[in-house]
């Protein structure tokens, strides 16, 4: 097993950097920063996007009957499965708690409205985006992995510093 690196931090310091690292990354879908904490963040988010990527399909469909108005009603709702919630949480408590943005011209209420139900978007994008495209891609070349790539880019002015981009493929 390799070493990890220290990027000169203390242990909390240093996850604290990567948790948030990743999470930016896996929101943004890209992240400039040096080449050395590319490298850890891109064994993290790897590790993260697989794990979701082997549980998002354990769903399972459960019948509830609610009282509206007087009337019952029936209604399927679809809820996770252990694999799933294992992995949820697992997910939320390894990343940033990252919350929607309020877009350009929208209202508070508008904002309220669009975001009410989403409790987590990150691990809520990591399941609804990544994971079904990432397995499709992996269905087609019958290959796994290789989620995020790293490219080199020029020296940082103050410090001289290796830096590169990361982006999720």
Known sequence: MAAQRKLGKATDLRLALLKNQVSQLLWNGKLETTLARAKEVQKLAEKYITLAVNSYKDTIEVVKTKVVNGVETQVTVVNDGAKKLAARRRLMANLADLQ??????????????????????????????????????????????????????????????????????
């Open 100 to 169: 929607e943005a309020r877009q350009a011209k929208e209202s508070g209420t508008e904002y309220k409205l669009r975001t009410k139900t989403v409790k987590h978007p990150l691990v809520e994008k990591i399941f609804n985006v990544y994971a079904p495209k990432f397995d499709a891609k992996a269905q087609e070349s019958g290959q796994r992995g290789g989620y995020t790539a790293i490219y080199k880019m020029t020296q940082r002015r103050g410090d001289a510093a290796e830096m590169a981009l990361i982006v999720v493929l």
